[in-house]
């Protein structure tokens, strides 16, 4: 199996940037798709982007579509998250999750993996 570990989070100001990483460990990495998700106070835990093992594929949600980017470099074992124009509604934890499913998925019981979580807070 794969270990994963999330870092990156932080406080930001409306309209900053940060970028979140996704570091793994155990089994080859560049078997795996990512997705990265999201829970705040007193919600679910909602999908915001995924990437295939390859990199060749990303898909996001419309939440996030023009502002965060997906990406991955293999050689280091680690997924990324650009987060950019950030918005106070972007505040949450953040979870990457890792499967090797065939497709990437928008479903969170479709990973099998998880890491603990990076807080972001974005401020107003």
């Known amino acids: 199996q794969v270990q994963v570990v999330e870092s990156g989070g932080g406080l930001v100001e409306a309209g900053g940037s940060l970028r979140l990483s996704c570091a793994a460990s155990?089994?080859?990495?560049?078997?795996?798709?990512v997705g990265w998700f999201r829970q705040a106070p007193g919600k679910e835990r909602e999908f915001v982007a995924a990437?295939?093992?390859?990199?060749?594929?990303?898909y996001y949600a419309d939440s996030v579509k023009g502002r965060f980017i997906i990406s991955r470099d293999n050689t280091k074992n680690t997924v990324y998250l650009q987060m950019s124009s950030l918005k106070p509604e972007d505040t949450a934890v953040y979870y990457c999750?890792?499967?090797?499913?065939?497709?990437?998925?928008?479903?969170?019981?479709?990973?099998?993996?998880w890491g603990q979580g990076t807080q972001v807070t974005v401020s107003s």
């Open positions: 999750a890792a499967n090797t499913r065939l497709a990437i998925t928008t479903l969170a019981y479709e990973y099998d993996y």
């Open positions: 155990g089994r080859t990495f560049s078997n795996y798709n």
């Open positions: 990437i295939s093992w390859s990199g060749r594929n990303t």
